[in-house]
């Protein structure tokens, strides 16, 4: 078990050993544990998180905000508009202040070619771990949920466990590729044969592919890529875990409207009925949420006994405990 966790950043996905993120879970499902027997675990008391929004979020804040209270401690919710940072404030400025005030600085920040950059330039200038609660190219807490869900629902051995990461159709707007890039680098170190399908204008960052490709190789498990117009059946075909949301077509285009057009063109990438059942009886249905319903996944199926997608939501606030208790609140 690797336990060094103190001071340290959590931006891309792989700033965690395989060991260390092992360690994530453990500490996870105990502090789980705790809270259903209502015991206190206030290992963070005194100590006070930043979280810092440039973008809208239902559960990354409610689950930061409420599991720093359950661990003692307290969470600031900061809108980037409500702040100086339009009239000048640097990033720098944020790492260096922000260092000051508080024990952690969480961030989302998820503007296309910005909010990675962003995160990294806080946390060189801060004296308190930066946590990513998501940019434009990381989601690495969702992903650190949806493994402890898969672990919950498939157990710890998940070798030979086929998990389709595919994309979906949704028109709303051109939604972040964090998900599924976290999902392509982290799922493979941990024994999934992980299948990527998508439109051929929606392949994700050439780098993160890269990434994806080594951990796959590293750790002896399986990462096929399917990028074809009507490539969604063929990649459900007995399948243990379905993962399916849209993203944008932002390596393809950096212009949102021929992005926009161009996700018009799919509209039949819908998770429905029928292509759940191409999966393995017991398959799940994941999905990080929001999800645009009917449009990118039917009632039918993500309110059906499959879907996992409420244990997933849950499960944000119990790894994001673990790991705020590990890097602000040990030694
Ligand atoms: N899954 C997720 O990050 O949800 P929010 O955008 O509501 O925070």
Not at 77 to 86: N, V
Not at 87 to 106: L, M, N, S
Request: net charge negative; with cysteine.
């Amino acid at each position: 078990m690797q336990t060094h966790f103190y001071g340290r950043d959590l931006i891309g996905d792989l700033d965690f050993s395989k060991e260390e993120v092992e360690t994530v879970l453990d500490v996870a499902f105990d502090l789980k544990r705790k809270r259903a027997l209502g015991q206190p675990h206030a290992y963070l008391r005194d100590k006070v998180l930043a979280m810092l929004f440039f973008f809208s979020s239902t559960r990354t804040r409610g689950s930061f905000e409420a599991g720093m209270a359950q661990l003692g401690g307290h969470a600031a919710f900061i809108e980037s508009k409500t702040t100086q940072i339009a009239h000048g404030d640097t990033p720098k400025e944020i790492g260096e202040i922000f260092g000051r005030y508080f024990d952690g600085i969480a961030i989302r920040h998820v503007d296309w070619g910005v909010g990675n950059k962003y995160l990294n330039e806080v946390a060189k200038y801060s004296r308190v771990p930066v946590l990513n609660m998501q940019c434009d190219i990381y989601h690495p807490f969702q992903i650190l949920a949806d493994l402890m869900t898969i672990v919950e629902k498939k157990g710890r051995d998940l070798r030979r466990k086929k998990m389709v990461v595919s994309w979906a159709y949704a028109a709303s707007y051109q939604k972040p590729m964090s998900v599924p890039q976290s999902l392509v680098v982290q799922m493979p170190r941990f024994g999934l044969d992980v299948v990527l399908v998508h439109p051929p204008e929606f392949r994700l960052m050439p780098e993160i592919m890269d990434m994806a490709q080594e951990q796959a190789r590293k750790y002896g498990t399986g990462f096929e890529v399917i990028s074809d117009p009507d490539g969604m059946e063929k990649a459900f075909k007995d399948a243990d875990i379905i993962y399916a949301k849209s993203w944008g077509a932002m390596v393809h285009t950096p212009d949102a409207e021929e992005g926009a057009k161009i996700i018009k063109k799919y509209a039949h990438w819908i998770t429905d009925e029928r292509k759940m059942a191409l999966a393995k009886p017991d398959a799940i249905y994941m999905h990080p949420l929001p999800a645009d319903r009917n449009i990118e996944v039917t009632d039918g199926v993500i309110d059906s006994a499959q879907s996992v997608v409420y244990d997933e939501a849950e499960n944000r606030m119990h790894v994001q405990k673990a790991v705020m208790a590990l890097t602000m609140g040990g030694i």
